[in-house]
């Protein structure tokens, strides 16, 4: 069997001419090479898989090349490459430094690819200036790293910056089209597309993930296969979606997603999908915009038909949906929940009737509109339910069910609770409770005939069952409306206690003993404070009371804090504090002076490399551990 070499390393480009997007680059390096205008030290940087190293590669075997070479002849030896992350101290440098120093034996430079230079650590990086700013005229460095913020500054200034970009769908998707061409696949322009979109501008993982959908389709490369190999959720659920939200079809829309959920895709994923495919359909709104979008022609079309269904304002809330819905997802401990919610409310957006009534008694933006389930029939075999809104009454359409009115004993609850609804409110508001009252009266007269009237036939217990009903939800209405307050009888006796109590535990104004004390004797009475509060298990309390000496200033103790946050909790308990010390030294002119005192705050402040360097003292070991795994602190 033919040993298998991989996409990305059977097709690296071995001339500048063949490196995928990055023609500014490469341009400028032939330029620099052809004038001879090149500098002594390179550096290449930009995301994973966009050609750092090959171009590192092709530079360095062109610069050596004068035209009289052999077509087979290589320069391997005049290349040495340095992986940073694993030759990162300064004996690696040094070694580095030392070999520098010796010419080439064949061709006109030494040239030094290090790769993931910003793996090197500090001491290396001081050790390598001296040298990279005045190299030998026959070598050449060239650094190479996706981490560019990690180099220190002097490093960078002695180096020419090449910032790789990413690496554009399209550009991709055509590279891709050609290794199908000569891999001999029949590969659909979609699924090409769908690759290049979850490389995320990589070219290199673009290629493996191509590698992987050939293994799994064989010669015939669709768009089903690419989707279903990769797990991605298709653009025809998200159409399919969009057109249930606009014709308000809550339930077809949650067992769509329902089926999403089976099929073993992310929430979080969809609900990000759904939001990029609402931008997408805003931008498809002009015919100017719709370039933006990263699709086949087939797929813009798509995109354009649906766009002109939905109403600019549609799309804008529903992006803000699914953004709050988004950013909630992580924190959510129902996440499900939240993503239904919100299905919810993007299928009720275009309610505008219901919306209308809605809006006018409940502000937009504190709660939002969600059409009823009353504008849902469910369509069942032996008979339909039928739930109302607005009446009181469940109706079950059978031939042989009847209308079942409320009993007399459901009404004789309500009238029980709305008596002590009223009772409690008497206190405050009694002209407001009488027409409550009155209006309770009036409802309970046809619950009193309907028990009477068991005998009438159907027709009057509906009507009365219904003439019930629309009396109720008047009452309800005008409590609203004039807004009763919801004082009961326990809260207003529970604070004419608590008032009663604290009057007689103040004590006598003039009466009032104010014997001198000492410091000594102050914190002494401070200490038992302290242990009183240990006793009672208030261990944050106690931390606080224990954290600073108290100093005394005639009747005033002052106390300093190194943050508000003590301050306050600290305030909490001043009433109680006070009062044993005053009790306790026989003293009612004694008052607290709390501050927050800056520099003992900046004292408690400490950074995150302060705290990591105080548990390295502690543990060398952490400090092996971060540079092991390139932890950031």
Known sequence: MEHFIVSARKYRPTQFKDVVGQQAITNTLNNAIENDHLAQALLFTGPRGVGKTTCARILAKKINQDGTQQEDEDFAFNIFELDAASNNSVDDIRNLIDQVRIPPQVGSYKVYIIDEVHMLSSAAFNAFLKTLEEPPKHAIFILATTEKHKIIPTILSRCQIFDFRRITVNDTKGHLAEVAKQEGIDAEDDALHIIAQKADGALRDALSIFDRVVSFSGKKLTRQAVTENLNVLDYTYYFQITDLLLENNIPEVLLAYNTILAKGFDGHHFIMGLASHFRDLLVCKSQETIELLEVGEKVKTMYF?????????????????????????????????????????????????????????????????????????????????????????????????????????????????????????????????????????????????????????????????????????????????????????????????????????????????????????????????????????????????????????????????????????????????????????????????????????????????????????????????????????
Not at 440 to 461: A, C, F, M, Y
Not at 517 to 524: C, H, K, L, P
């Open 305 to 633: 038909d649906q766009s002109q269904k939905a109403t600019h304002s549609f799309l804008i809330e529903a992006i803000e949906i699914a953004n709050s819905c988004d950013l909630k997802y992580k924190t959510s401990r129902n996440q499900r929940l939240l993503i239904e919610l919100s299905l919810l409310q993007l299928a009720s957006i275009t309610a505008s009737d219901e919306k209308k009534k809605f809006s006018s008694k409940i502000d937009k933006e504190k709660k939002r509109y969600v059409i009823p389930p009353s504008h849902f029939k469910l369509a069942e075999k032996e008979g339909p339910t039928e739930l109302s809104s607005e009446k009181n009454t469940i109706t079950i359409k059978n031939e042989k069910s009847k209308p079942i009115p409320e009993t007399s004993e459901q009404s004789k609850k309500e009238k029980e609770i709305s008596s002590e609804e009223e009772t409690a409110v008497q206190d405050v508001q009694k002209t407001e409770d009488k027409e409550v009252a009155e209006q309770s009266l009036n409802v309970s007269e046809p619950n009193l005939r309907e028990k009477q009237d068991d005998t009438e036939n159907e027709k009057n217990r509906k009507d009365s069952a219904s003439n019930i009903a629309d009396k109720r939800s008047q009452i309800i209405t005008e409590r609203s409306s004039k807004k009763v307050s919801a004082l009961s009888l326990k809260s207003i006796r529970k604070k004419q206690e608590l008032k009663k109590e604290q009057l007689a535990n103040q004590p006598d104004e003039e009466n009032l003993p104010v014997k001198s004390f000492t410091e000594d004797e102050m914190r002494t009475a401070w200490t038992q404070y302290a242990k009183k509060v240990e006793a009672d298990g208030k261990y944050n309390l106690l931390s606080h009371l224990t954290m600073g000496i108290p100093k005394l200033d005639g009747n005033i103790i002052h106390l300093q804090f190194p943050n508000d946050t003590i301050k306050v909790e600290v305030e909490r308990e001043k009433y109680d504090l006070l009062g044993f010390l005053r009790n306790t030294l026989k003293n009612y002119d004694i008052d607290l002076d709390i501050l927050v005192n800056e520099t003992v705050q900046k004292k408690y402040a400490y950074t995150t490399r302060e705290k990591f360097d105080k548990l390295t003292e502690k543990n060398p070991a952490l400090e092996k551990l971060r540079r092991e795994f390139d932890l950031d602190i």
